[in-house]
């Protein structure tokens, strides 16, 4: 696609969200759940690390779309079983430096030399590789999986409604 100078970074950026919008998948299932104890259910137990309509954790990738970019069964899979693949920006690390204890986050930046992560606090922190007793890719998701006994039936039914009602978020209007 050829470079449009007429164009704004605002403009681009709405652009390409329609674009995305055409290509989501169509709902397989009626809606079902009550989408507003499914909102009480996310805040509880997953706005530490997820951010929707600009309010949440950041630890996690920004669900403010999800309902248009995931179908409810991928979903529920997500949130049943945990993550099998991580997304570029949210991949699970553990640097063991020389002394005191292990720091654990998501890996935002790394090269030859040093990592950047954003640590369990929400902190963006660089480090040298040289400087590290260990630098380990987990292969486990720092999100925790959401089996029947941890999120009933209706209510994850409830969460994933809520999830579907989730199409996309515009920054200028103040939550």
């Given amino acids: 696609m050829p470079s449009n100078p007429r164009v704004q970074d605002a403009e681009a950026w709405q652009i390409l969200a329609y674009l995305r919008t055409l290509a989501a998948p169509a709902p397989t299932d009626p809606p079902r759940g009550d989408a507003v104890n499914g909102e009480r259910i996310f805040r509880a137990n997953c706005a530490g690390c997820h951010r929707v309509k600009g309010v949440g954790g950041r630890l996690g990738p920004d669900l403010s779309r999800i309902g248009v970019a995931r179908s409810r069964e991928a979903v529920r899979l997500r949130i049943r079983r945990g993550t099998q693949g ?28 040093s990592v950047q992560i954003m640590d369990t606090r929400e902190r963006i922190q660089g480090y040298e ?31 994933l409604r809520y999830l579907q009602t989730l199409r996309g978020f515009d920054p200028a209007v103040v939550p």
């Fill in 129 to 159: 590789k040289d400087k590290m007793k260990s630098v380990n890719n987990d292969t486990k998701s720092a999100m925790p999986v959401f089996g029947p006994d941890r999120l009933s039936d209706r209510d994850l039914d409830d969460l």
């Fill in 86 to 113: 991580f997304g570029q920006g949210f991949e699970p690390v553990t640097l063991t430096p020389p002394s005191g204890p292990p720091i654990q986050g998501v890996k935002k930046n790394e090269d030859l030399f």
